[in-house]
């Protein structure tokens, strides 16, 4: 399939191994923030999401952290599997009257086996 | 239960060509958004949706312009192609009461020669 992301910063990691993926946005208007998911050829899938009244939640394997502070994102993925191996892409919202999605530049997850 | 479906998959168009392309929402969702993403990048926010009207734009100049039918589906449509307009053009799919919880497409893929 087609690559989605050819010069995207990369972070390889070894099967079983856990993952770290950071984001930093950029409005410090926005209340809601999700991290997705995207494979070669697709579109991206929904992950998990957070509100800015929290700082953490957790789903299966993974967990949004979110520092507002600094205004950074990280994604965490516990015990990553070869299907983990994708573009992640963080995306930041502001509540309101119509709520789009800005994007963050994205990072390559490669898991070594 | 469907997801959101994009047609066609892949397209050529030359310079100055017309073209359009077409979403179904996902089953249940009234609200559509639209994202361009070019290769290594995150997606951009082109416009929005809901009752047939557009209720939020991106930085797109008026050669992308869309439409919502009675059955929330929508078109993009681009005029006057650039082959800058080279990208992925993906359709997102949400609830208007709920519309930062986007669902994506696979997209079209758009190539301009």
């Known amino acids: 399939g087609e690559s989605v992301g050819l010069h995207l910063p990369t972070l390889s990691v070894q099967e079983g191994d856990n993952s770290i993926i950071n984001c930093a946005y950029s409005?410090?208007?926005?209340?809601?923030f999700i991290w997705y998911k995207q494979e070669s050829g697709k579109g991206p899938q929904f992950i998990i999401d957070?509100?800015?009244?929290?700082d953490k939640r957790q789903g299966q394997r993974v967990t949004v952290l979110l520092n507002k502070t600094v205004k950074h994102l990280s994604l965490q993925i516990a015990a990553t599997q070869p299907g983990d191996s994708a573009v992640y892409f963080c995306a930041e919202c502001v509540s309101g009257t119509a709520s789009k999605l800005t994007f963050g530049t994205g990072t390559r997850l490669q898991v070594t086996l | 239960d469907a997801g959101v479906t994009q047609s066609p998959t892949h397209l050529i168009k030359t310079r100055g060509q017309q073209v359009t392309l077409r979403c179904s929402p996902k089953?249940?969702?009234?609200?559509v958004s639209w994202y361009q993403q070019a290769l290594g990048q995150g997606p951009q926010f082109i416009f929005q949706?809901?009752?047939?009207?557009?209720?939020q734009r991106g930085n797109f100049p008026d050669r992308f312009s869309g439409h919502q039918f009675p059955n929330y589906s929508s078109e993009l449509n681009v005029n006057a192609l650039l082959l800058g307009d080279s990208a992925l053009y993906l359709c997102?799919?949400?609830?208007?009461?709920?519309?930062?919880?986007?669902?994506f497409g696979a997209g079209t893929r758009l190539s301009v020669l």
């Open positions: 949706y809901y009752e047939e009207e557009e209720r």
């Open positions: 957070i509100r800015s009244n929290m």
């Open positions: 089953s249940g969702h009234d609200t």
């Open positions: 409005n410090s208007a926005s209340d809601y």
């Open positions: 997102a799919s949400s609830l208007w009461l709920a519309k930062n919880i986007q669902y």
